[in-house]
């Protein structure tokens, strides 16, 4: 790290909430003199107590200081409700800034850290409950000032009766900082280990209590499954848990032990200075008070200062995840214009890449020219690179060796708001938004979202027309029933308002990625009958794992291990009875 984590927090909050430092700073110091003030007045209220009770003083004073001692508790009271009010509005304004920075950094990220487990790690812990370690620095430092003056008003009083006092109270801190500051390292550092066991269990939580996942629950009869297997890592969670917070509090039993002690030599001075000095009994009482205020002051500043401890190794947890030297925010990209209309194409040259912490290559040597107006489409078997591939050409992942060119221009040079504008693109898990029919479909390009024209005409040719006409509300209907009463659609519907959602965004070079791999054969081939239509005279490369599919493309692909192992049209790849024939022959048998 650059600096110090309590550093950069301090400044961050500083920066967008000064005046809640200011605020709780001045409030500390006020909070820190009261416990002096109401031990002054409760002494006083003794001595005249006591000199009523031997038939001198006057009631008159008696009760003006019982009403100072209520003004002062009731001034305490109001200050400490005013710094927790002013602690949650701060709270949270910075909860907001701090999620949001999260999730600046989960989008911008290259999309290779998604599959390092390290990454979804860190975003598990960080991503929620921030603004409360934040302020919780700030609280335990201010809460430091807080005590601190208490403790040196109190010191002051006993230093003024005899210096052992100050001494003996000062003392039994110092065990109760190391144990405390030991076990806030142990707790981390369990918080850190447990973290890949914590998501396991939320998972396997989120598949019983989500309504995606519900119908095969009950269909495979899961529940006695997720169940065991969830109680088993949540038990081990807690046991771990439970394991250290047993020994923190055996090992605070013999602190507490030493503190105790310590009050009880204390109490033996003040009986032994009582003897040797003339002392009222209000000094009697308010010794005694200051005594044990002095040592409860003193735990509560060692137990801060071990907390704060604590609390760097979360900020520092936060701030390493935004970190770009850890993880690499954002890819750095050229400032040049996508080419419109593309004139030479797309050429992919001798193109590899690796996943993170993966020792084989998902691509190797990887070679392509794709002409302007070509439909490519790609086949292979699983794991074979096609969809690897097809990331790097939508500039998703950063090739490790070679080059993609568009027009000759190195893709990494095209400024990346030029590039996802000029490329369509439906995912073989593309999204289902819980949003209106109008919302999913302009969804790329919201900016237009008010073209009724435009939206009807993608609408039309995508096939979605003919069902949203049915729904009372057209395209303003809600689908989904997640949040808000909404209409479901089927599997082929969602491809269609997938397929418009790309036809809106108007992009250069249309990419397919097996969007149409749930459906069934009769479905599929009607997903790219409107494809086949749409894209003539258009950029397009589309994946399918069905060979009937791929005789509409102008020119195949066939992958294999990550590498072109046969290219041409459907009649030259039969021609060569190689890889591409073993599969198409192989998928012709399912209709014989």
Same mark, same amino acid.
């Given at each position: 790290?650059?600096s ?25 110091l $006020? ?31 008696a ?7 209520f ?23 910075l ?19 998604y ?5 979804q ?5 960080v ?5 409360h ?40 801190? !110092?065990?109760l ?12 550092? =369990? ?12 998972y ?16 495979? @009869?899961?529940?006695? !499954?997720?169940l ?29 032990? =030493? ?54 190794l ?22 040049k ?51 690897t ?40 898990? !593309? ?38 006409a ?76 069905? $060979? ?10 066939? $992958? ?10 459907h009649? @030259? ?13 192989? @998928? ?5």
């Amino acid at each position: 790290m650059k600096s110090n984590e309590l550093t950069q927090a301090v400044r961050y909050i500083w920066q967008g909430h000064r005046t809640w430092v200011i605020c709780t700073a001045v409030l500390s110091l $006020m909070l820190g003199l009261t416990p002096a003030v109401h031990l002054w007045v409760a002494k006083e209220l003794v001595n005249e107590v006591a000199a009523l009770l031997n038939g001198g003083g006057d009631y008159s004073g008696a009760f003006q200081l019982l009403v100072v001692q209520f003004l002062v508790l009731l001034l305490a009271s109001l200050l400490t409700k005013a710094q927790e009010l002013l602690d949650k509005r701060t709270e949270l304004h910075l909860d907001h800034d701090l999620q949001r920075a999260v999730m600046e950094k989960t989008t911008t990220v290259p999309l290779e850290l998604y599959d390092r487990p390290d990454f979804q790690h860190a975003i598990e812990r960080v991503h929620g409950g921030q603004a409360h370690r934040f302020l919780t620095p700030i609280k335990q430092s201010m809460d430091i000032v807080r005590q601190l003056t208490t403790l040196i008003s109190f010191l002051f009083y006993l230093l003024s009766v005899h210096w052992t006092l100050a001494l003996v109270s000062v003392v039994a801190a !110092f065990p109760l900082l190391l144990v405390l500051a030991r076990f806030g390292n142990k707790r981390f550092s =369990l918080m850190m280990f447990q973290t890949p066991l914590a998501r396991e269990a939320r998972y396997l939580q989120h598949l019983m209590v989500k309504r995606e996942s519900a119908k095969e629950v009950r269909l495979f @009869q899961l529940r006695d !499954f997720l169940l065991g297997v969830w109680s088993d890592r949540f038990r081990r969670n807690q046991e771990e848990t439970y394991r250290l917070f047993k020994r923190e509090k055996g090992t605070l039993v013999l602190t507490d032990a =030493l503190t105790a002690f310590f009050y009880v030599g204390a109490a033996g001075l003040i009986i032994w200075v009582a003897r040797a000095a003339t002392i009222t009994i209000g000094d009697f009482v308010a010794l005694g008070q200051a005594v044990q205020g002095t040592q409860s002051a003193i735990n509560q500043i060692a137990g801060q200062i071990a907390r704060l401890y604590e609390s760097r190794l979360y900020l520092r947890d936060y701030f390493r995840f935004l970190d770009d030297s850890v993880y690499e925010s954002r890819v750095d990209r050229g400032t040049k214009s996508f080419p419109a209309p593309l004139q030479a194409g797309i050429s992919v040259e001798r193109v590899s890449f690796r996943y993170p912490g993966s020792e084989r290559p998902a691509l190797q040597d990887v070679s392509l020219q794709i002409q302007p107006g070509e439909r490519i489409a790609i086949v292979g078997d699983n794991g074979s690179g096609k969809t690897t591939l097809v990331k790097c050409l939508m500039g998703l992942y950063q090739v490790q060796t070679g080059c993609i060119r568009v027009d000759g221009v190195p893709m990494q040079d095209i400024a990346e708001e030029q590039l996802f504008h000029n490329i369509t693109v439906i995912f073989q898990d !593309f999204m289902r938004y819980d949003f209106t029919v109008r919302q999913n479909i302009t969804i790329g390009q919201l900016e237009a979202a008010a073209d009724k024209e435009r939206l009807e005409t993608v609408a039309a040719n995508a096939g979605v027309e003919s069902f949203v006409a049915r729904f009372a509300q057209g395209y303003d209907t809600h689908l989904g029933r997640s949040f808000q009463e909404g209409e479901d659609l089927s599997g082929g519907q969602w491809q269609k308002i997938a397929l418009a959602r790309a036809l809106f965004s108007e992009g250069q070079l249309l990419i397919l990625d097996e969007p149409t791999a749930a459906l069934d054969p009769k479905a599929e081939m009607e997903v790219f009958e409107h494809f086949d239509h749409l894209t003539r005279g258009k950029t397009a490369v589309f994946i399918s794992h069905r $060979m009937a599919a791929a005789r509409m493309a102008d020119r195949i692909i066939v $992958m294999r291990d990550g590498q072109i192992c046969e290219m041409g049209t459907h009649e @030259q790849l039969i021609a060569l009875e190689g890889e591409y024939k073993r599969m198409y022959t192989m @998928q012709a048998q399912w209709y014989r």
